[in-house]
């Protein structure tokens, strides 16, 4: 059943703050923002989430090796001294690939000595090569506390849609190969690392042959859920932020980034003269 994003985070904050000084003095202004992220990436625990999106029909959520950097440009409003909001446009990468998953043997045969099994493997090849995705996103930068004038305490939050780009080369395979184990030893239960059953485990393998039985090169659609290109983005942050100048700061921050984490941003806003 296709499935379509149509949702954008919003996000709606009712915030507080304990500055250290006075704020009334100081009028919003505009200015310009921009972010480099030097990773981001899905780990263990949010593969759940980017699987709402990405397809495994291919290939596991853990084999796409969802990972890469992110750069964000855009306008900013608020104050040096306090919170800021923005619009930025946001390219994110992922780290080109090459990938094979197997989906583990099926085997047939038998003895009551000696046991043959004749096996077969069906292996799929992925390799995803300059995937990105550019997007829009809204931002809010709350301030939690400000120390000394120069030092802020606080959380980023952000929300957006973006699309993704790139290409995609895929070539399946078939393997047929025979186990053979030694006198009086019989097909075990162990398990291979990708948590497939290895029912030859102790046997010697012989025969084996591979049959390429399909290649296709595509646009990264093919690893999206129902083919949509769209992706929804959003980030929960915490970090501080440094006034170096009058109008200058440098954030950094860490956290949720939707449908992964970024490790650390690094922000920095320049405001223009005070309306």
């Not at 059953?197 to 049959?211: H, K």
Request: proline share 4%.
């Amino acid at each position: 059943m296709k499935k379509r994003v149509t949702s954008v985070w919003f996000v709606v904050l009712t915030c507080w703050s304990l500055p250290l000084y006075a704020q009334g003095s100081e009028s919003s202004s505009w200015g310009v923002v921009g972010t480099f992220v030097p990773k981001w990436e899905v780990t263990s625990t949010f593969e759940p989430l980017a699987a709402f999106h990405f397809s495994e029909d291919d290939i596991s959520i853990q084999d796409q090796n969802l990972q890469g950097n992110e750069f964000r440009i855009g306008i900013a409003r608020g104050r040096v001294t306090g919170g800021d909001w923005g619009v930025s446009f946001v390219r994110r990468t992922l780290d080109d690939v090459n990938a094979r998953a197997s989906s583990g043997a099926g085997c047939s045969g038998g003895g009551s000595t000696v046991v043959v099994l004749r096996c077969d493997d069906f292996e799929t090849n992925l390799a995803r090569s300059d995937a990105r995705l550019n997007g829009i996103e809204a931002h809010k930068f709350v301030p939690f506390v400000t120390i000394a004038e120069r030092v802020q305490i606080g959380a980023n939050f952000a929300g957006g849609i973006g699309f993704m780009s790139g290409h995609v080369d895929v070539a399946t395979f078939h393997a047929t190969y025979t186990c053979t184990f030694p006198p009086g030893v019989f097909p075990g239960t162990s398990v291979n690392a990708d948590g497939s059953l290895d029912q030859c485990a102790g046997a010697a393998i012989s025969n084996r042959s591979t049959t390429q039985t399909g290649s296709s090169s595509e646009d990264v659609g093919r690893l999206m859920k129902s083919g949509s290109k769209r992706l929804p983005i959003g980030r929960a942050e915490i970090g501080a932020a440094v006034i170096v100048a009058p109008q200058f700061k440098i954030r950094i921050a860490s956290g949720f980034s939707y449908p992964g984490m970024n490790r650390v941003t690094v922000t920095g806003v320049v405001f223009f003269d005070a309306d």
